[in-house]
């Protein structure tokens, strides 16, 4: 997984950031079993954490509104990755 398919499947904005689940939904990741899934979680952390730390990736913490009310993080692109990418598809 590299932080470009990553970055694909990331909303422009906050109003529409994704936890880490949804992520790997769009992606279309194996989570079929609970092994799948934790090395999927895994390989989505550490590439999300990159992608913040290089200021690509902005995430809030957010609790889940019905059901069981857990805390999860949403993640979205920042202005500095949306036009770092607009930039390299015109080269």
Not at 6 to 18: C, Y
Not at 60 to 82: S, V
Request: aromatic residues 12%.
């Amino acid at each position: 997984m590299n932080h470009e398919e990553v970055l694909a499947v990331l909303p422009d904005s906050k109003g529409g950031s994704k936890s880490i689940k949804e992520i790997a939904q769009a992606m279309w990741l194996e989570i079929s079993s609970y092994v799948d899934w934790v090395r999927a979680e895994r390989r989505l952390v550490r590439a999300l954490g990159a992608l913040i730390r290089w200021g690509w990736v902005a995430c809030d913490e957010r609790q889940k509104e019905e059901g069981h009310k857990f805390w999860y993080n949403a993640y979205w692109k920042t202005e500095l990755a949306r036009t770092t990418i607009s930039k390299s598809q015109f080269k």
